[in-house]
C-alpha cells in the first residue's frame, strides 16, 4: 500500500542514483513546488545541492526574508540569495501591457538564474517542482486551444538554454500530494499551505506601470487583508487571496477633511485547479472590518472594492 513516507524514500533513493556525486542547482521561488522539491533532494544529497533564490523586488511583504531564514536557518540549505529588485523594478519602468510586464519579468528571471549559476561554476542538474498537471498540460492553463490569454513564465526556457539534466521529483504529484509530502518532509505549515503565487508576483496584480511606491501600498493592503483572513480562520479555504492596487484615484472624506487617493479592489477565489474560479462569499461585517482597516492604515487608499467577478469570464489575476 501507497503512502506519502513510502513515496519520500523512494524518490530519495531515485535522485541519488540519478545525481551520483554531481552537483544540483534548484530555483526557489518561495512557492510550495519548488520549496517541497528543494527540501526532498536536499534529504537525498545534502551539499550537493545549491538553491539559488532570486528576488524579483515584486513578491509580498516579509516573503523573501521567510524564504532565506527557511532554507538556510532551519533546513541548512545551501542558498545564493540574489536581490535582483533594482534589476527588474528598472526594466519594468513605464511598462503598462500585461504580456510585456510578463515577458520581461520571465526573461530577467531566466537570466539572472543563468548568471548566478554560472558564478557557482555551474552544475550536472538542474532540478525543478514540476507536478503532474504541468506535465500533461505544458502550456498555460488559462488559454484556449490556440489563444495565449496570458504567457507563464515559469522556468519553460530554461533546461534546453542550460544544457542540464533535469531532476524533477514531483512529476508524478498533484498539488495536495505535494503538500502532504511537504509536511512529511518537516516543511512549515507557512510554506506548504501557501496559496498559489504567479511568478509576475505583484507586477501583476497593479494594472499599468509599477513602481516602488506602490508596490509599498500595495503590500500594506495585501497584508492587512491576509491577517483578517487568517484571523478569522479563512485562509484554507480560500484557494487564493490577494489585493489589486487600482491606478484610479478617488475622492473620500476623512474627519473633515477631502482625500484624494488610490482606490484597490480585494479578490479572493475558491477553485480546485485555477482553471475556473468563484468569488469566495465573504460576509459583509468581515469586508467592512478589512476595508475600515484599509482605509484607516494604510496611507493614500480611500476607497475598497470587493471583486466578484468569477473565471471565466474573468481571470483570478487582473492581468
Ligand atoms: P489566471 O489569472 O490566468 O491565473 O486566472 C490562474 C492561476 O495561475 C496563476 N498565475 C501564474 N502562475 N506564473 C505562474 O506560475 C504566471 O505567470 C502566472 N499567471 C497567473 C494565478 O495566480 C492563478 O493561480
Redesign the pocket.
Known sequence: NWTMAGFRDMEIARIRQQVGSGRVICGLSGGVDSSVAAVLIHEAIGDQLTCIFVDPGILRAGEAEEVVKTFRGRFNIKLIHRDASDLFLSALEGVTDPEVK?KTIGRLFVEVFEEEAAKLGGADFLAQGTLYPDVIESVS??GGPSVT??????VGGLPERMKMQLVEPLRELFKDEVRELGRELGLPEAIVGRH?????GLA?RIPGAIDRDKLALLRQVDTVFLEEIRGAGLYDAIW?AFAVLLPVRTVGVMGDGRTYDYACALRAVTSTD?MT?DVYPFDIGFLNRVASRIVNEVRGINRVTYDITS?PPG???WE
Open positions: 510578463r492553463f488559462t490569454i496570458k504567457s507563464h513564465h515559469n498559489p503565487f504567479p511568478g509576475p501583476i487564493q485555477g474560479a473565471k481571470t483570478i489575476e
